[in-house]
């Protein structure tokens, strides 16, 4: 046990050990962070989740009036939905043909969805890639595509599908639907393209890999969230239009569910409960799309924001 000698001091907090000189000055103290707080505050949070609340006031009424039967909802409109009768969801999937009308949405979306987003991603990787004068001229064309509004050219696509024999066609609906989703594909997935470092396909190039390969395999796996984003974005507005289908179709075999929707409202005037059900079949899609998709919408929507 070491003993200190009497008259040498040691340093203490109070200061400087005589005889010892100037102390080192001791690490400033680190100031605790204080705990994150949502972006504008809790007010701001708060007002979000209000809002949030009244948006899902109509939606849970139009599912809890499509369980339904039609006389308890003329009753009490605002009643429980107890006991659950599914007598509506069998009279519009059955009588409504909504199991038609669902059957050509589902085709003539997803085939436009394909068709555009296809060839939006060939496109926006040669663009992005390209550095003639005549890959930005192209660019620009395609983005001249996003100024016009398409139902604006409504008239001259009728008289165009009608010379060309694709009136009353889900195959021409489809087309017409993928063509318009272009200009918007390719300004979000060049822009993602861009992002991507050339020594990628560099490396590719010198393991043997062909143009399509480096694609196919490198390319398009690193811009899927950007490409799952394009996807949803135009999945939402085919599945809701109705001018479309109701200008180009004729055949209510071929109607798509907007336009089967108001037929059916129409003969069923009175019928509250089946039009309830036929609304819960129209959005269903939509509701499980944005469930399953919202990681992907994220990701694509702030890639390349963060350092």
């Known amino acids: 046990m070491s003993v200190v000698p009497a008259g040498v001091g040691t340093a203490t907090e109070e200061g400087p050990a005589p005889g010892t000189g100037a102390a080192r000055p001791g690490r400033p103290r680190r100031r605790p962070r204080p705990a994150s707080r949502p972006v504008g505050g809790r007010t701001a949070s708060v007002l979000l989740w209000v809002y949030a609340a009244f948006a899902l006031v109509p939606l849970l009424l139009m599912v809890s009036s499509s369980f339904r039967t039609n006389g308890d909802l003329i009753a009490d409109p605002l009643g429980a939905p ?3 009768s599914l007598d509506s969801y ?9 199991a038609t009308y669902f059957g050509n949405s589902l085709a003539v979306t997803l085939g436009a969805v394909a068709l555009s987003t296809s060839v939006a991603t060939m496109a926006s990787y040669a663009l992005a890639r390209g550095r003639s004068r005549v890959f930005r001229w ?3 064309l395609f983005l001249s595509g996003l100024m016009l509004p398409i139902h604006l050219a409504i008239l001259p696509i009728f008289y165009l599908f009608d010379g060309v024999g694709l009136i009353d066609s889900r195959l021409g609906l489809a087309l017409m639907y993928g063509a318009s989703g272009v200009p918007f594909s390719v300004f979000v997935l060049t822009t993602f393209f ?10 590719a190039v010198l393991d043997g890999a062909s143009t399509w390969q ?3 395999r490198i390319m398009v ?7 799952a984003t394009v996807a949803v974005f135009r999945f939402v507005p085919i599945w809701n239009d109705f001018l479309f289908p109701l200008v180009l179709l ?6 798509t569910l907007p336009v089967g929707l108001t037929s059916f409202f129409g003969e069923n005037a009175t019928n509250f409960s089946a039009v309830f059900a036929g609304l819960v079949i129209t959005t269903i899609p939509l509701i499980v799309l944005f469930l399953v998709a919202t990681k992907q919408i994220v990701a694509g929507l702030t890639a390349g924001m963060a350092k």
């Open 214 to 216: 480096t694609f196919w």
């Open 221 to 227: 796996p690193l811009v899927r969230p950007a490409v």
């Open 250 to 255: 004729r055949s209510q075999d071929k109607y």
């Open 138 to 140: 192209l660019e620009s």
């Open 90 to 98: 069998r009279e519009a999937w059955t009588a409504g043909s909504f």
């Open 82 to 84: 107890w006991p659950l």
């Open 194 to 203: 861009r992002q991507l470092p050339v020594e990628l396909e560099e490396a």
